[in-house]
């Protein structure tokens, strides 16, 4: 699932950001036009003059409607970008109908904060004095001290039973934020679900009718010139990816590092978690896609890594499952380079890859020798020997 903070324009040709703009703008001002109407009309029903029934199944309901709402303009908006995308399938990374899942995701998620201004709207109303202070206008952005009635958390709406008597009865702060953020995450949620139901249905509908699509992962889009100055334009650029394991922050900055050298100074696009994995989206699909669709994989090899790698735990694990696959398949056997951080050769290789020649990186800083002759391999550049003598 795509971060909030990515930018919905890296992903988007330029020839359809206008369209797209459009509709980003048509989901904001909907979603503000629903959740403006059910919360001024869930907060009178909250307080009328006499409850005609009881204040958990009226702020249940008025959630209900603000979510089958958007679950409408989320289905409408998806429906105009499958179309922008069918009509411009040639400038698309992607499938058209993934594509336009792809553009409404951080647009759900994103509204999160939303819903935990709707629940606090509909519940109380804030008043604001023209001598506002900077602190009081900060609270009246943020209301970080508004506290939570019992009712949000009471049946309909939660699993408490429900006490007309304790409705109104204020919870802490911390219970506060745990009501807030269960209640957003499952109203984000459902309507995530909804948008990845419509999607499979497409899906269908198009598998039903025929049509296919020419699909592009990302990684296999890579450039394809080897950077530097004077490089051949026509030599594919050698796409890596590297496998570590998690051992300290010094590690990972370290790994990191080597990443930057690589592509800035050694002409290999580089696949690493840190820069292309964002929050929310699908760790197991991306190691699935670097390691398959990479030319080359670089393990960074030390103690720990080939401890998890042969016990089969974590992300080095899963890893460690696709590499076998492909080594069991005699796929392109020179692909996976171990380079050795800590430890021996013994210690720090998984048993896997104990044949493989590998790269020694151990000292700091390490060889400048040693670290051009992984960029030589990755470049499938050997030292020519020489002709030979009379």
């Known amino acids: ?16 950001v206008s369209a797209v703009s459009h509709i980003r703008t048509r989901f904001e001002e909907g979603e503000f036009t629903l959740g403006f109407q059910t919360e001024q009309r869930c ?10 029934k009881s204040a958990s199944a009226i702020f249940n309901l008025y959630m209900d409607v603000y979510q089958e709402g958007l679950k409408g303009a989320t289905e409408k908006q998806f429906r105009d970008l499958v179309e922008i995308g069918l009509a411009n399938t040639h400038l698309l990374n992607e499938d058209p109908v993934e594509w336009a899942k792809l553009q409404l995701e951080p647009l759900i998620t994103g509204k999160q904060y939303k819903v935990k201004s709707w629940i606090k709207n509909v519940c109380d109303r804030q008043e604001l004095s023209r001598a506002a202070t900077p602190e009081d206008m900060e609270e009246f952005i943020h209301w970080r001290t508004w506290r939570a009635p019992r009712l ?33 995450d499952r109203f984000v949620n459902s309507v995530i679900f909804y948008l990845e ?22 990684l296999e889009s890579s450039a394809k010139h080897v950077v530097g100055e004077g490089s051949d334009a026509n030599v594919d650029t050698p796409i890596a990816f590297i496998s570590y394991s998690w051992d300290s922050q010094e590690h990972k900055q370290w ?19 840190l820069w292309h994995l964002v929050a929310g989206g699908d760790r197991a699909v991306f190691m699935e896609r670097g390691i398959t669709y990479s030319k080359f994989v670089i393990l960074i090899c030390t103690t720990e890594y080939a401890q998890r790698a042969n016990q089969r735990t974590g992300g080095v694990g899963y890893e460690a499952m696709i590499i076998t696959g492909e080594l069991a398949e005699n796929i392109n056997q020179g692909k996976f380079i171990p380079v050795i951080r800590n430890g021996d050769w013994k210690s720090s290789l998984p048993v896997w890859i104990k044949t493989k ?15 051009w002759d992984l960029v030589r391999a990755l470049h499938q550049e050997t030292l020519k020997p020489p002709p030979i003598g009379p």
Do not use: C
């Open 357 to 371: 020649q590998g790269v020694d990186l151990r000292e700091n800083p390490y060889s400048e020798e040693k670290y």
């Open 197 to 218: 139901r419509i999607t499979g249905e497409t899906h269908v509908q198009y598998a039903k009718e025929g049509r296919q699509f020419l699909q592009q992962s990302p």
């Open 152 to 184: 949000i958390h009471m049946q309909p709406s939660g699993t408490t039973p429900y006490d007309q008597a304790t409705a109104w009865l204020r919870e802490d702060q911390e219970q506060t934020e745990r009501l807030l953020q269960a209640l957003s």
């Open 1 to 16: 699932m795509p971060s909030e903070k990515t930018n919905w324009r890296e992903f988007t040709p330029d020839s359809l």
């Open 43 to 52: 907060y009178k029903d909250l307080h009328p003059v006499a409850l005609p």
């Open 255 to 273: 790994v990191q590092a080597l990443a930057s050298r690589l592509q800035k100074d050694g002409g290999v696009r580089i696949i690493l978690d």
